[in-house]
Nanobody, 125 residues
């Protein structure tokens, strides 16, 4: 079982990046999936997710209107537009076997039992 993120890097404010998360060893379609981020010294926070069942999506207030989550059978993605310096973090993809963990009003991190290793996103001029 493996999740591998890619697409991170250094970008100027206002720029865009597209993160990808390739999975192996399990069928992504059967999982609720999400993206999280963490900066040193702070707790990891949920950024966005897609519910396995009805496709409900959630976006953190700080990224709503700028980030878009999507998925296909083998990968999940996070399109990040109009990036800001405060978006700088290590971004992680994750999957929840239970199918829970993503609601229209929030994301429940404890439900996610499969995690990638993270990819650095840095936004700076």
């Amino acid at each position: 079982v493996q999740l591998v993120e890619s697409g991170g890097g250094l970008v100027q404010p206002g720029g865009s990046l597209r993160l990808s998360c390739a999975v192996s060893g399990f069928e992504l379609a059967y999982y609720t999936v999400g993206w999280f981020r963490q900066v040193p010294g702070k707790a990891r926070e949920g950024v966005s997710c897609i519910n396995r069942g009805d496709g409900t999506t959630y976006y953190a207030t700080s990224v709503k209107g700028r980030f878009t989550i999507s998925r296909d059978n083998a990968k999940m993605y996070l399109q990040m537009n109009n990036l800001k310096p405060e978006d700088t973090a290590v971004y992680y993809c994750a999957a929840a076997d239970s199918g829970y963990g993503c609601y229209s009003h929030g994301i429940t991190q404890v439900e996610y039992d499969k995690w990638g290793q993270g990819t650095q996103v840095s936004v700076s001029s």
